[in-house]
């Protein structure tokens, strides 16, 4: 049996060295992309690309680029596999890591940062296609699920099945599936995966990024707690802090977001208040001043300490002292 003809680009494979050749060598599976050097680094790009009659699927591996798209009539979920992506819509700034991926809307530009090399897999879904299948006012509904945010957990029994099933779909076809040789049996695929896609995001999976990963122990977390403690009376910047934790400081900075929802200095502001006070409950009022307390926790400007202290704990520090 010949290869069915409209399934095009199957496990196409090239590699480039100039972003600009990026949008042309792309357009069949994702149109209106682009790519510009984001520095003086080596600018690389792996790609194999395969597309059904309408599901478009791609791996990559890219360094020293900034990824555009015009708003498109398409919608794109990016799976980072190794390291976190960075993208970034106007003034806000999203770091998805594996365990989620990101959903470009349709009608929205894609600003997509990659300095490190970074592999991904992306699934494009061209709304035509899925306004055949789903009708207008489901595609209408997108409007509502945009307000919910730009990730997807791949964690939660939905965004699972759907992870597993994109997986599934991709490597069948690069290893030249069955299913690719016939009109019928790949709609039929490309159709159950649009639709473990709208299960995924029509359930809760779909939010913003601090909100879908599962939360679970988190040892960076524990490594930096503790180190927090054991020097809570000594000076901590965050650079320290985040050496201790051995990542970036915006990686940091997301863990106490999600686990603490602080930053890592309002947490350390936290326990040194709380270690005054438990010193100045255990404080003889006779012999004891307030502001050396505060000073040993680095606490210098006492007007301050003093209005934060009685946010926390509801009186002010001299109160807690005579009691």
């Not at 590699?15 to 050097?37: H, K, T």
């Not at 993208?87 to 940062?113: K, Q, S, T, Y």
């Amino acid at each position: 049996m010949e290869r069915n003809q409209s399934l095009t680009n199957v496990t196409h494979s090239f590699r480039i060295n100039d972003p600009a050749q990026l949008g042309p060598q792309l357009a069949p599976v994702a149109w209106g992309v682009s790519a510009e050097q984001v520095d003086d680094g080596h600018f690389a790009a792996d790609f194999q690309t395969a597309k059904l009659q309408n599901l478009g699927i791609f791996a990559v591996r890219l360094e020293n680029t900034r990824i555009l798209r015009v708003p498109s009539d398409y919608i794109t979920v990016t799976v980072p596999l190794d390291q976190e992506l960075r993208f970034f819509d106007h003034e806000e700034r999203d770091d998805v890591l594996p365990g989620a991926a990101h959903i470009l809307w349709h009608g929205h530009p894609l600003n997509l940062e990659i300095v490190n090399p970074a592999s991904m897999l992306v699934a494009v879904y061209p709304i035509p296609w899925l306004r055949e299948m789903w009708g207008a006012a489901a595609i209408a509904e997108f409007d509502r699920l945009v307000e919910r945010g730009t990730a997807i957990s791949l964690e939660t029994k939905r965004g699972r099945t759907y992870w597993r099933n994109l997986n599934y779909v991709w490597s069948e076809i690069s290893r030249g599936a069955v299913f690719l040789d016939a009109r019928g049996p790949a709609t039929a695929v490309e159709n159950c995966h649009a639709e473990l896609f709208r299960l995924a995001i029509d359930g809760d999976a779909v939010g913003t990024f601090d909100h879908v990963m599962t939360p679970r122990p988190n040892r960076t977390l524990e490594r930096v707690e503790l180190y927090i403690r054991e020097h809570l009376s000594e000076e901590l910047t965050l650079d320290e802090l985040v050496t201790v934790a051995e990542t970036s400081a915006s990686s940091l900075l997301r863990t106490f977001k999600l686990h603490r929802d602080t930053t890592p200095m309002r947490y350390v502001k936290q326990l040194r208040l709380e270690a005054v006070h438990r010193s100045l409950l255990a404080a003889d009022a006779s012999d004891t001043k307030v502001s050396d307390l505060a000073a040993d926790y680095g606490f210098f400007q006492f007007g301050r300490f003093a209005a934060d202290f009685k946010r926390a704990f509801g009186e002010l520090p001299s109160e807690t002292l005579r009691i």
